[in-house]
């Protein structure tokens, strides 16, 4: 398996504009989480997905944030309008059942500089 | 509310070394503990998982240890080499019943030379 696929690796904005990063998860992988990486904080969760049903989106910081994920192999996390603040790593993982029973397996990250 | 330190936030050393990374957390009620690895510019890999009720596991190199009563694990090194150099994290997921909600340290940065 090519591991959890994140796209684009890299993305520099403006303020104001839309940002979209994408993920694929592992197949068969039942659980989808986004986080966000930081200096100041370390890693975050923001939404994570149970067969592609959104279950806790209690870190998704404000509004401007969503994640969608439309079938099992393809998840969305939009950000719009995007502020400098959002400045960050957005990383996205899978795993196989809960994060009680099994690890998670991350993708290599999205790196978003918004200017 | 679950916290995570890692202390020291990097830490140097010489190639051949053995070494101890520490993670404490402020609640001992956890399912389990995940320590992890990090490359720069890379996600995270999993190297060792603990459940609550294992004392230690080990890998290769690598032994993780968990005290639950003192809210405290440790990652050992045996024979540390240049490639072992990445910044290592710790998780815990915070609740008994098992949940999806990992709660990460900020990480010790380490650097093995040659």
């Known amino acids: 398996d090519a591991g959890v696929i994140q796209s684009p690796r890299h993305e520099v904005t403006e303020m104001g504009q839309e940002v979209t990063l994408r993920c694929k998860p592992i197949s068969g992988h039942d659980y989808l989480f986004w986080y966000r990486q930081t200096m100041m904080r370390g890693l975050e969760l923001l939404i994570y997905f149970n067969n592609n049903v959104p279950i806790d989106d209690s870190g998704m910081p404000e509004d401007r944030f969503s994640a969608k994920m439309p079938n099992a192999s393809f998840s969305t996390l939009k950000i719009q309008p995007s502020e400098p603040r959002d400045s960050a790593v957005y990383f996205c993982?899978?795993?196989?059942?809960?994060?009680?029973?099994?690890?998670?397996?991350f993708g290599p990250g999205t790196r978003l500089l918004v200017l | 509310k679950q916290e995570v330190t890692q202390i020291p936030a990097a830490l140097s050393v010489p190639e051949g070394e053995n070494l101890v990374l520490n993670c404490s957390f402020t609640?001992?009620?956890?399912?389990?503990l995940q320590w992890f690895r990090q490359d720069p510019g890379k996600g995270l890999t999993s190297l060792l998982l603990i459940q609550s009720s294992q004392r230690e596991q080990t890998s290769g190199r690598l032994n993780a240890s968990l005290d639950k009563s003192s809210g405290r694990s440790t990652l050992y090194i045996a024979a540390s080499q240049p490639g072992d150099s990445a910044t290592y994290l710790c998780?815990?997921?915070?609740?008994?019943?098992?949940?999806?909600?990992?709660?990460f340290g900020k990480g010790t940065k380490l650097t093995v030379n040659p």
């Open positions: 998780a815990v997921n915070p609740s008994q019943g098992g949940s999806e909600k990992l709660v």
């Open positions: 609640d001992s009620a956890i399912y389990n």
């Open positions: 993982a899978s795993s196989l059942d809960s994060a009680g029973r099994e690890t998670q397996y």
